[in-house]
């Protein structure tokens, strides 16, 4: 699975978008990618996931660009309650080894009010 | 659904003493997992299985034993507590498919455990 890097922590004001990067310079042709978030003291939350298109699910969007070695998460109009720390995980589709997704360290998002 | 349920929600033990943690899902998916994540860290895999009667190792599996009798369960069992496994512990699962959904995991809530 390609290595992923993201930023330790961000900052948005409530109602604004709030824009998380994730560099993956080293991914393979068949690897998706995913994103993670998980809410102090929860279980993670399945977010979105993508190929090389843009994505948007009633959650998020995904952004991938064209060389796939970079993608940005879009929360569109961030809450409080989406603060959490996000990550960003690049794997490729495992039919027979079951799913052992390596989580970072992640982006601590904060929203202020 | 209720999704993925764990129990217990915290626990206390003393070393040396074994438990069971219970993980369940209603969600009819083959592959669950289970993870410990310590304090300021991130999520490190202790075993999974991808069916029924089938179990494997993950990044952090000593100290502990999981089976899979059915489909719906899957139990992590701690053979002898230690104070170095306290943490919190979460199970997922995830559904067995071709293309790009194989890795939509959903986590159950987790369990605090302490070791003293």
């Known amino acids: 699975d390609a290595k992923t890097t993201q930023p330790p922590s961000m900052d948005c004001a409530e109602g604004r978008a709030a824009n998380l990067p994730c560099n993956h310079s080293?991914?393979?042709?068949?690897?998706?990618v995913y994103w993670y978030r998980q809410i102090h003291s929860q279980g993670p939350q399945y977010i979105i996931h993508?190929?090389?298109n843009n994505e948007t699910n009633e959650m998020a969007s995904l952004i991938i660009t064209e060389d796939r070695k970079s993608s940005t998460l879009i929360l569109p109009h961030a809450t409080l309650r989406d603060t959490a720390v996000y990550y960003c995980?690049?794997?490729?589709?495992?039919?027979?080894?079951?799913?052992?997704?390596?989580f970072g360290e992640g982006t601590q998002l904060t929203v202020n009010p | 659904n209720a999704g993925v349920t764990q129990t217990p929600k915290f626990q206390v033990l003393k070393t040396g003493q074994s438990m069971t943690l219970q993980c369940a899902q209603d969600?009819?998916?083959?592959?669950m997992s289970w993870y410990r994540q310590d304090p300021g860290m991130g999520l490190r895999l202790i075993h999974y299985?991808?069916?029924?009667?089938?179990?494997d190792q993950g990044e952090v599996p000593n100290g502990y034993n999981v089976s899979r009798s059915t489909t719906e369960d899957f139990p992590l069992r701690l053979l002898s507590a230690a104070p170095s496994q306290t943490s919190v512990y979460f199970c997922?699962?995830?559904?067995?498919?071709?293309?790009?959904?194989?890795?939509?995991?959903?986590f159950g809530p987790g369990t605090r455990l302490t070791v003293l």
């Open positions: 995980i690049v794997r490729a589709p495992r039919e027979t080894s079951g799913s052992r997704l390596t």
């Open positions: 080293t991914i393979s042709g068949n690897e998706y």
């Open positions: 993508g190929l090389k």
């Open positions: 969600m009819n998916h083959e592959y």
């Open positions: 299985s991808v069916g029924a009667g089938i179990t």
């Open positions: 997922a699962s995830n559904p067995r498919g071709s293309g790009s959904g194989t890795d939509t995991q959903y």
